[in-house]
């Protein structure tokens, strides 16, 4: 578990790298393999160091780090002129044949002996073993990008700064919705998505207050709960697609 969790966080940092390179790719359009951390670097990923090629190359679809478990490769952006392609035929591990700047995959679900080889009696299971991942995922990403930053929403109604807690992160990405994997995509948006949403009221449940902005994911109705302490601080609580969260609502 704890080597799937160090995995998960470096993919987590890796994507939010990848953002920023694509950021930044017209001034600086490269990107470069750079040496591991790791005291016994990888052989195989160790003859990828200095190879230098522009960042939309479909090379980085199946070598961008991390490239294995534990792996601590990693790569930099530059302007540096571009090098040969390895001739190294395709990665080992078919499971970091990945790019998770691109797939938000902390590594290839589908290449996963569990999932890969699956029967219909382990639909269930598999379902449940690609949620896991799915959460671990977005839970390392939240950490690093997440839980520092606070936003205000634009009704004048609510002026409160709304901050970012890996509680109220978890209570999310656990919350069932008729639309799970897209409402957890959310959350790499959560910021935009509440300074969009429609500020409904608030509600008071077991002495706790509750401000509820309407959102939709598919076209369908859901619902944000941000909880208030009682010294006045606002967190982000979970997210609902059933309207009985309305019942009771002030505006």
């Not at 016994?40 to 090379?59: C, M």
């Not at 671990?136 to 970012?164: G, Y």
């Not at 909880?227 to 009985?244: C, H, P, T, W």
């Amino acid at each position: 578990m704890r080597t799937e969790y160090n995995t998960a966080v470096r993919s987590a940092r890796e994507a939010t790298n990848w953002r920023r390179f694509q950021d930044a790719k017209r001034m600086y359009p490269n990107l470069e393999y750079i040496k591991s951390k790791a005291k016994e670097p990888r052989k195989t990923h160790a003859e990828w160091i200095g190879t230098i090629l522009p960042i939309d190359h479909p090379w980085w679809n199946t070598h961008y780090p991390p490239s294995d478990w534990n792996c601590q490769c990693s790569v930099r952006q530059t302007d540096k002129p571009v090098t040969p392609v390895p001739d190294d035929g395709v990665i080992g591990n078919p499971l970091f044949r990945n790019n998770s700047g691109k797939t938000a995959e902390f590594v290839k679900l589908d290449e996963h002996p569990y999932i890969k080889h699956a029967d219909k009696e382990a639909e269930k299971d598999v379902e449940n073993f690609m949620k896991k991942q799915e959460i671990k995922m977005l839970k390392a990403w939240a950490k690093e990008n997440l839980t520092k930053e606070s936003t205000v929403h634009s009704d004048p109604k609510f002026n409160k700064q709304i901050e970012f807690s890996m509680k109220g992160i978890s209570e999310f990405l656990n919350q069932p919705h008729r639309h799970y994997y897209e409402k957890n995509e959310l959350i790499k948006d959560i910021i935009k998505v509440i300074q969009g949403a429609k500020y409904m009221g608030i509600t008071h449940h077991k002495g706790r207050i509750s401000h509820i902005f309407e959102i939709k994911i598919k076209g369908e109705k859901s619902w944000i709960i941000v909880n208030e302490e009682n010294n006045g601080d606002v967190f982000l609580y979970s997210i609902s697609d059933s309207d009985k969260v309305l019942i009771g609502i002030k505006k």
